[in-house]
């Protein structure tokens, strides 16, 4: 079903050109209903609009806040009798998105008032963040850069590309530059390299690393010749963002296998999402699948408070008892850290279960991931 939905779609040949599948994407609800027919009839579709025109409608009203885009390669995904199913729940428009009434702000975590230089954010004293495109490749609904992700037009352009790099030059204090967006690998091989080939030249810099969903959503976009620009500014780290096991296809795992046999190392993201992700099974089979491939699973995030994203929220007490789950019966690599960005720039803070249960007098008292108590005779007090 699904390689003959992609092969179907949109002149998307066998050794297509990154490019071109981007220009084939499907951007309306209309296209959307062309590509996939049996769309309407389908539970997940049913569940959410009374009607195919109110669809449209809700599409419509998003449009100028939010575009709806997605490649053919993902679409191909979906699962059309799933009712949960965890591709179009990440694509398909809502009407939430207008009428969300928990999260009021667009920017709660205050990236845009840290901006000492067009497209920088330089909120922690050793890292800037890069805003380099508000391109996507498919852009997600529970977005955290809402307010400028899907309007091409809002990023800086390459004329202040000198301004942030003589910024970052003059700053010794920045450790670590993150190429972030949108998405970033939407910029030519050209770009890409001139700004690795820049970066590299600061001696105080001691991590470059790229956000990109590209291996999940497009992962023809990582070709030979932009993992060898990757393996010349070697050592490079690219943060990708796997949500759920169904991305891990073929596709992907050959497009992290190029990254990694070029000297990059990947790393994965998730955001913990209701209906969506927020499974102890489910995030368990994603974080092996990505260990599995090549992938060291980073950080779990609770989502952020984003105007229009609050029906993918979770609970924590859930994520907390997912952690939980993952704990002992999972290698530790294999375990992210589960984090919370805080609303009005405070930062990420991890989101930990407490182990530590109690100072006795023979020490300290603990409760395993099973339930089970021990005390170590460490930090016993003197007496
Ligand atoms: S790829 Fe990242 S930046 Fe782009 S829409 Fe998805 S979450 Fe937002």
């Known amino acids: 079903m699904r390689i003959e939905i992609y092969k179907k779609g949109r002149a998307v040949k066998q050794n297509y050109d990154w490019k071109e599948e981007l220009r084939s994407r499907i951007s309306s609800a209309d296209e959307l209903l062309e590509f996939m027919p049996d769309l309407p009839e389908s539970p997940l579709f049913r569940r959410l609009y009374a009607s195919v025109e109110d669809f449209r409608k809700v599409a419509e009203a998003m449009a100028g806040e939010f575009r709806f885009s997605v490649t053919p390669y993902y679409l191909s995904l979906a699962n059309l009798e799933n009712a949960r199913c965890p591709i179009l729940l990440q694509i398909l428009p809502r009407r939430e998105e207008l009428e969300d009434q928990v999260f009021q702000f667009p920017d709660p975590l205050a990236e845009d008032s840290h901006h000492p230089v067009d497209g920088l954010t330089h909120r922690y004293p050793d890292r800037v963040l890069w805003y380099l495109s508000h391109n996507c490749a498919v852009y997600c609904r529970f977005c955290m850069r809402k307010r400028k992700v899907s309007r091409s037009n809002s ?96 596709e992907a795992t050959s497009a992290v296998r190029r990254l990694r046999m070029n000297g990059v190392t990947v790393l994965n993201q998730t955001v913990l999402m ?9 995030i368990e089979e994603l974080m092996l699948g990505l260990l599995r491939i090549g992938i060291k699973p980073y950080y779990l995030h609770q989502c952020d408070e984003v105007h229009g994203v609050s029906h993918f929220r979770a609970n924590i007490e859930t994520g907390l008892q997912i952690l939980r789950d993952l704990q002992g019966r999972n290698p530790g690599i294999a375990i992210p850290r589960y984090v919370i960005d805080l609303p009005g720039g405070g930062g990420k803070v991890p989101l930990e279960n407490q182990y530590l249960r109690r100072r006795t007098d023979d020490g300290l008292e603990f409760e395993n991931w099973s339930g089970l108590k021990f005390t170590t005779v460490q930090d016993r007090e003197d007496k």
């Open 155 to 250: 990023a800086p352009d390459r004329s202040s590309y000198s301004a942030a790099l003589d910024y970052i030059r003059n700053h010794k204090e920045i450790k670590e530059v993150i190429l972030s967006g949108g998405d970033p690998l939407s910029h030519s091989d050209q770009t890409i390299q001139f700004l690795l080939t820049e970066l590299r030249t600061i001696s105080h810099l001691s991590s470059l690393r790229i956000h990109s969903r590209m291996p999940v959503t497009l992962p023809s976009r990582i070709t030979d010749q932009l993992t060898d620009v990757m393996r010349q500014a070697f050592p490079v780290t690219l943060v990708t963002h796997f949500n759920h096991p169904v991305e891990i296809t073929e």
């Open 274 to 282: 209701r209906d969506i992700n927020d499974s102890t099974q489910t």
